[in-house]
């Protein structure tokens, strides 16, 4: 059973659009998801992190919005680059003995110039 | 402050072989965490070291073993090599917080004939 559910697989926008990720999780003890960037043979990147307390956080272009009651949160990518075309991966960790990471399966943007 | 380092970039074994894969984790962190990343999938939780001592598994048979040196560095070594053995083996470190925030390396491709 996939704990995170990401959405969509694959995704294209055009330079300077909007690019929206979603991810929606199980567990309610969850308490901390962050989104990662990798690029093609390279490791994740750790883009931008948010806690179930706070409902938005901004971090240049990047967003993440998290809507606690639906269990849902999402990554938006303002004025899109074609140097943002990379895969992205939700994650979601709880409070416990070592907090291992639970990943969605990822969604490939393409940004197209 | 240099980042999370792994040794080999890549590798090529056959089955039922033994290897041995490395990482050095970033400047003053002491929990090291090991995942499996199939192509096209995220990456999957094997363990966690947090000083020197395993500290949580995920779901991998024995064969995957580690080990965490007093410098924080890790080992991963998988026995028997098996086909599905094939992937991207990623080290990541992490503060104090016992793996909350974690920052990856780079990688070990590990193709296994």
């Known amino acids: 059973q996939q704990q995170v559910k990401q959405s969509p697989q694959s995704l294209i926008v055009q330079k300077g659009g909007i690019s929206i990720i979603n991810c929606a999780y199980e567990n309610t003890a969850f308490d901390y998801f962050p989104w990662y960037q990798q690029f093609p043979g390279k490791g994740p990147a750790l883009l931008i992190a948010?806690?179930?307390d706070v409902s938005e956080k901004k971090e240049g272009r990047f967003t993440i919005s998290f809507n606690k009651s639906a269990k849902q949160f999402s990554l938006h990518i303002m004025d899109s680059q074609p140097g943002d075309s990379a895969t992205y991966f939700c994650a979601a960790s709880k409070t416990g003995n070592n907090r291992k990471l639970i990943w969605g399966l990822g969604t490939s943007l393409a940004v197209n110039p | 402050e240099t980042g999370v380092t792994q040794s080999p970039t890549h590798l090529i074994k056959t089955r039922g072989q033994q290897v041995t894969l490395r990482c050095s984790s970033q400047?003053?962190?002491?929990?090291v965490s090991w995942y499996q990343q199939a192509l096209g999938q995220g990456p999957q939780f094997i363990f966690q070291?947090?000083?020197?001592?395993?500290?949580g598994r995920g779901n991998f048979p024995p064969r995957f073993s580690g080990l965490q040196f007093p410098n924080y560095s890790s080992e991963l070594n998988v026995n028997a090599l098996e086909l599905d053995d094939s992937a991207l083996y990623l080290c990541a470190s992490s503060p104090q917080d016992r793996g909350k925030t974690q920052y990856f390396g780079p990688g070990t491709r590990l193709l296994v004939l």
């Open positions: 070291y947090y000083r020197e001592e395993e500290n």
């Open positions: 948010i806690r179930p």
């Open positions: 400047s003053g962190h002491n929990t």
